[in-house]
């Protein structure tokens, strides 16, 4: 069945590195493909999506290009803040159900 | 804005009782309601899709008996966790579906469950 991975967490930046967060994705077809961030406290939160291959969704600094030959969706993000410090779910939506991955809980320094 | 509350954020209860969980879309209608379980550390698990008016559709694995799902209006589900047991001890997040909107989804904060 279709599935998610993301690199397993938790990442520990210093503030303005730059964030890579890894996501691949297992379906058949080509379903849309979403960013969630859950800040502690709070609900999950849309960040970003693509619904089509090469779409590039973006967001607060965010980006994530929909890669249809690597099957990939990886958060990117130039100079991360404090502020960013939270989990992050990429997901998929098949048949308006979404199919998430384990979330990589990020952790920003300053 | 797309806001979606839940209610209770935490309740405690002993084993055997029963507890009712809302979920709520604040400023617009939810053409659908979904149920979903978290566990420490581990990704969102859905349990349950339910629309108005109808019964909820459970996914496998998930007790519908034991999880009662009630989608009573466009903007109210609710939850009811039956015969509670330590093992239901979960956090509990829901999400509405926004009519015209395919494919989004707007979360609840959630409801931690402590079974004691």
């Known amino acids: 069945g279709d599935s998610v991975t993301q690199m397993e967490g938790p990442v520990t930046l210093s503030e303005e590195a730059f964030l890579t967060i890894n996501c691949t994705y297992t379906?058949?077809?080509?379903?849309?493909l979403f960013w969630y961030v859950q800040y502690p406290g709070e609900g999950l939160q849309l960040l970003l999506k693509a619904t089509k291959a090469d779409d590039k969704g973006s967001n607060k600094g965010f980006e994530a290009t929909y890669r249809k030959e690597t099957t990939s969706f990886h958060l990117e993000k130039g100079s991360v803040q404090v502020s960013d410090s939270a989990v992050y779910f990429c997901a998929l939506n098949r048949d308006d159900k979404i199919i998430f991955g384990k979330g990589t809980r990020l952790h920003i320094l300053p | 804005g797309a806001v979606v509350s839940q209610h209770p954020s935490w309740v405690i209860c002993k084993s055997g009782t029963s507890v009712k969980i809302e979920c709520r879309s604040l400023?617009?209608?939810?053409?659908?309601m979904f149920w979903y379980r978290q566990f420490p550390k581990q990704s969102l698990m859905l349990m349950a899709t339910s629309n108005e008016g109808s019964k909820a559709t459970y996914e496998q694995g998930v007790e519908k008996d034991k999880f009662l799902i009630n989608h009573a209006s466009l903007t109210l589900s609710t939850l009811t966790v039956t015969s509670a047991h330590p093992e239901d001890s979960s956090f509990y997040i829901c999400s509405a579906d926004k009519r015209g909107v395919l494919g989004e989804q707007y979360f609840g904060p959630g409801t931690r469950l402590t079974v004691t």
């Open positions: 379906a058949t077809g080509y379903p849309s």
């Open positions: 400023d617009f209608q939810a053409t659908t």
